[in-house]
């Protein structure tokens, strides 16, 4: 029975990979666009901009969107309907004060920012508008991760890949609109895939709305919410933090160099969005604690090999998509790469601590991160801004994660290869540290690199793997070859 699970649930994983790797594109297809238009001063205003608009809406959401993957497979034909429609009423009302709120603060906004680039104060209120369509946006998008419509998803994220770069080059490009012309696009296109959407999902709707609903989602999510907007606030604090010791410029080579690490929260998010459903729809089941294993080390395996993929090629991807004033934003890539892998691996652990009804450990634990990230800030960022900073997100994401395996072993033991694990991080460190300083001319460095990667793979496959799984893989790749040359 464990394996039909993993394999549906690997399926699913993959068909929201390609959504959310397509989704996720979009930020890279913008890079050689936004980088040929504006300089690194003005990227740094579009970043903060962003990004404080991202750590808004997330907050904004109270907690719904986990109260909901909770609740909705214990509910069904118009009981459920009533939920579902009266928890995005709720959060679409919520959206629309919230943007008004922005929007009328516009020029406060934009002078915190202590920006000269024209067309800001625009730019900020048109980025308020679209609170409302990236939230039926998103809220539409979980309605088919919980339907199991994993190629709608993708489908939509395909439009999204497509459409919002070429709307974006005409405002930024064609029009010549500036900044502001950024979130006109963002705005146009969100306007138009929200309502694609919440067609699609038509049959999740229903009137009358009710309070009840929403009231029981909210008792669940609210204990769990604190945690979720530090963590969110992680991904705002540092651009914060380096602002006010560095120029806008160092803030934009940091948010080019977060952005291009943003390739792991594909994978990340593409596991989460289909681990969660899985997860609670397997609470209590005979083989869980199977699941969570096999889970943990597959995506433990995949979250190394990428992280160590990005920090190798990362000077190597910037020279091609950017131009040679980003370049230097490489040496914050490994830093970065590392906070994501770590960051990552917690989506699992936190998962055991809301079936276990310990929600309020996510939120101590979060308060614990943010604290160490806070400290190591202080002591670094003054002397060493970028470098100091991302040195700081990497510790502090460890110590979390060290945090969350404390706490999610005594309430639900892991039969897991610890030390071995631990011995991988170490080895792909020790990689990046040999790279990092030995210089070789380009093309040699190439080869060495994913020589480097290859045996680093091997050997983390051989170390993470039982025998008996490793067995399995090899006689499913005896009947590949097999089939391949009958074919042939």
């Not at 690997?10 to 959504?19: E, F, I, N, T």
């Not at 990236?134 to 419509?149: F, G, P, Q």
């Not at 606030?233 to 933090?241: E, G, H, S």
């Not at 792909?428 to 480097?452: D, N, R, S, Y």
């Amino acid at each position: 029975m464990s394996r039909e699970k993993i394999a549906g649930f690997s399926r699913d994983a993959m068909l929201y990979g390609l959504g959310n790797t397509l989704g996720r594109i979009v930020g890279l297809v913008m890079l050689p666009i936004l980088t040929r238009v504006f300089n690194t001063g003005d990227y740094g205003a579009i970043d903060l901009l962003s990004i404080s608009y991202m750590f808004v809406l997330i907050t904004m959401k109270v907690g719904i969107p986990s109260g909901l993957q909770r609740f909705y497979y214990q509910e069904e034909g118009g009981s459920r309907r009533r939920m579902v429609t009266s928890c995005a009423a709720f959060l679409f009302l919520l959206a629309c004060v919230l943007a008004t709120g922005v929007a009328l603060s516009s020029d406060f906004i934009t002078r915190a920012l202590q920006s000269d680039v024209p067309g800001l104060r625009r730019g900020v209120v048109a980025l308020a508008l679209c609170m409302p369509m990236e939230t039926i946006w998103d809220y539409s998008l979980l309605l088919l991760r919980l339907r199991r419509r994993a190629v709608v998803f993708s489908v939509f994220n395909v439009i999204r890949v497509v459409l919002t770069p070429a709307v974006t080059y005409y405002f930024v490009v064609s029009r010549g609109t500036g900044i502001e012309g950024v979130f006109y696009a963002k705005l146009l296109s969100l306007t138009l895939l929200a309502v694609g959407l919440v067609l699609t999902a038509r049959s999740e709707w229903t009137l009358p709305l009710r309070w009840g609903p929403v009231h029981r989602v909210l008792r669940f999510a609210l204990p769990g919410h604190p945690g979720l907007i530090i963590r969110t606030l992680m991904n705002v604090l540092p651009q914060y933090m380096l602002a006010a010791v560095a120029p806008l410029s160092a803030v934009g080579l940091f948010g080019i160099a977060f952005r291009l690490s943003n390739v792991m929260k594909v994978f990340v998010g593409s596991f989460n969005l289909a681990w969660n459903p899985f997860a609670y729809q397997n609470e209590g089941a005979a083989d869980e604690q199977r699941l969570y294993e096999v889970a943990f080390k597959g995506f433990f395996g995949l979250m190394m090999l990428l992280g160590l993929t990005l920090a190798l090629f990362a000077r190597e991807v910037l020279t091609v998509l950017a131009t040679p004033e980003f370049v230097p934003a490489a040496v914050l890539i490994p830093g970065i790469a590392i906070y994501f892998a770590v960051d990552g691996l917690t989506i699992i652990l936190s998962t055991i601590l809301y079936t276990r009804d310990q929600v309020r450990w996510a939120t101590y634990l979060n308060l614990l991160r943010i604290g160490v990230f806070l400290a190591m800030g202080a002591l670094l960022l003054p002397r060493y801004e970028a470098k100091g900073l991302v040195v700081a997100l990497a510790g502090s994401a460890l110590i979390y994660l060290a945090g969350y395996v404390w706490r999610a072993r005594r309430v639900f033991p892991l039969a897991l290869p610890w030390t071995a694990m631990v011995s991988a991080m170490a080895a792909a460190g020790g990689i990046l540290w040999f790279f990092a300083v030995t210089e070789f001319p380009m093309w040699p460095t190439l080869g060495l690199k994913a020589l480097a990667l290859v045996i680093f793979a091997i050997l983390l496959f051989a170390v993470l793997l039982q025998s008996a799984e490793r067995r399995a893989i090899g006689e499913l790749c005896r009947r590949v070859q097999v089939r391949k040359a009958h074919v042939v």
